[in-house]
């Protein structure tokens, strides 16, 4: 039933994408059985989380298979003149592994085994198609929703201190290190979500079946749910809304070949971000143009790193490090490059909290606690869409008030988390210690 719900959403989806000129999903990924994929690393990665139902010398097939065959690819464009110009010059090789896993469990495996590796194939194709669901989803916002909400969330950010503004001045002054560093983080974010995934399903080999709950699932519910909010709350950013001049990121780039990220041309209501915070005045719909996605609200890379965040805690020191480093690095990124307002930041922690919560619950069969306090995250997020919409300039007015308002409200969705969590965990079982008995003599 899943697999034909997903299949049906996938079919309409490219219907929409098509209606619009666009490539749907189903046309990007058949793509890249041939052509140069956009990310060799994410077709890696789905790879990398087929094999957890794999024994350890099917994966060094596996793994030798698909760098043969990327091999082989390099070798016929680079005799045939048609190197890769845009994308990886790797990553076939991947798909190629997990479309040949999935022949061979249904032509080669019976029963539970080939149900266990259909699932693995599954999983690691859902985290491809996954992100070609949401580029596709984007291009679809950037056509049918013209209007954009950038001067109602900005004025509102005045509540919060103009994080966006702040941070933005903090990365400029790093420089390319500070600047580069960031980039990597914000642009491998499912790379990490692999990494802990792939410790959260290490025993799937030798227990032959997956956990009931893992990072996985959370972050293709959030991929799924989120843009459908951009629908309804369409915003493009500071850095595109209140635009930056290409020379300002240009002189902090290491890549000289890279392009720097840009203002909105003649769309955006002036040159102000990162130097200026926006102006105070009632806000308005503004026309922005038909190609940026209006990817803000909420922040969906939030979402997911705080997810990351959520599932490493329960891991080796090390991996808390990396998940608690990733998250940092990621709000420091997705404020200080101009892609979102500290508005988008607080809903996509609600967000991402709420989903959690709905996950843990349904696994639970929907206990009242869980219950609560889904209902209590879908009621603080919807707040505060609609005090971003219709209180954003009593919000700039009084900013010691509707600031800390709106913390309160993150943090109280975070402590209702915690606290059910912890409801919902074992207790640990402390074994209690014999007392020692006196020697014999």
Sequence with gaps: MAAATALAFLVALEITARHYGLPGPITTQAREVVFAPKSGFLLYAGMALMMVVLTWRQRFIAFGAAVGIDLVFWVVRWATGNEVTEGHPFGNGALWVLIGCAVIAVTRRTGRERTLLLKGVGLGLLLVTGRKTGDTWLLITSKTRPMVLDQYVATADHALGNPSWVVGRIVTASG??????????????????????????????????????????????????????????????????????????????????????????????????????????????????????????????????????????????TLQFAGAFWLV????????????????????????????????????????????????????????????RWLPSEMAGHPWVAGPLLLLAMASVIYGYVQTVARWEPAPVSTPQREPQPELI
């Design 329 to 388: 690095a990621t709000l420091t990124a997705t404020l200080g490059f101009g892609y979102h307002y500290g508005a988008d930041l607080i809903a996509g922690v609600v967000f991402t909290l709420t989903i959690e919560t709905a996950l843990r619950t349904y696994d639970r069969g929907w206990d009242r606690s869980g219950i609560r306090l889904v209902a209590y995250g879908t009621t603080v997020f919807t707040a505060l869409l609609l005090s971003y």
């Design 176 to 317: 390319p290190v500070g600047f580069n560093v960031l980039e990597i983080v914000y642009g491998q974010l499912a790379v990490a979500a692999v990494v802990v995934a792939l410790y959260q399903l290490r025993h799937v080999a030798a227990e032959r079946r997956f956990p009931r709950h893992h990072l996985v699932r959370t972050f293709l519910v959030i991929g799924l749910v989120g843009p459908a909010i951009y629908m309804i709350f369409p915003v493009v950013g500071p850095v595109f809304a209140y635009g930056t001049g290409a020379e300002h990121w240009a002189s902090v780039s290491l890549w000289p070949e890279q392009p720097p990220l840009t203002g909105g041309g003649h769309w955006e209501v002036a040159d102000l971000w990162p130097r200026t915070p926006s102006p105070l005045g009632p806000p308005h719909h503004m026309a922005f143009d038909g190609f940026t996605p209006r990817n803000c609200m909420p922040s969906l890379h939030t979402a997911w790193a705080t997810a990351i965040f959520i599932h490493s805690r329960k891991g080796p020191r």
